[in-house]
């Protein structure tokens, strides 16, 4: 059955890649690489103490095996990777955009270009 713990597990998966460069398996034929998913699941992260625990969590909540282990999108909004700490300095960054892209939305509807009024870099 397709519904979002499929697109939850993509998400897992599309992170891992962002992180290493490439998806688990890649070395490997689509077919072989499927049935060790299947089989074995999804490889850890190569250097896995590169990375926050948090983050970790998150990428290892989105590849449980067993979809309905797995959180659903409203569960993964609040995982405490995704929300913003108060120590963020990127956070109060982020909130105007936010906003200016609720606004140009609400005034013109599904479709719409965000425009920022000034250069700011969001990494």
Sequence with gaps: KYDQKVDVWSLGILTMECC???????DLPELKALFMISNKGVPDLKRP?????????????????????????????Q????????????????????EAAKNERDTFGKKFKLVLKDNHDLY
Excluded at 59 to 66: D, R
């Design 20 to 26: 290493e460069g490439t998806p688990p398996y890649i």
């Design 79 to 98: 995982h405490h990777w995704i929300l913003p700490q108060s120590s963020d300095a990127n956070t109060n960054r982020l909130i105007p955009v936010i």
């Design 49 to 77: 103490e590169k990375w926050s625990p948090g983050f970790r969590g998150f990428i290892n909540a989105c590849l449980k095996k067993k979809p309905s282990s797995r959180p659903t999108v409203a569960q993964l909004l």
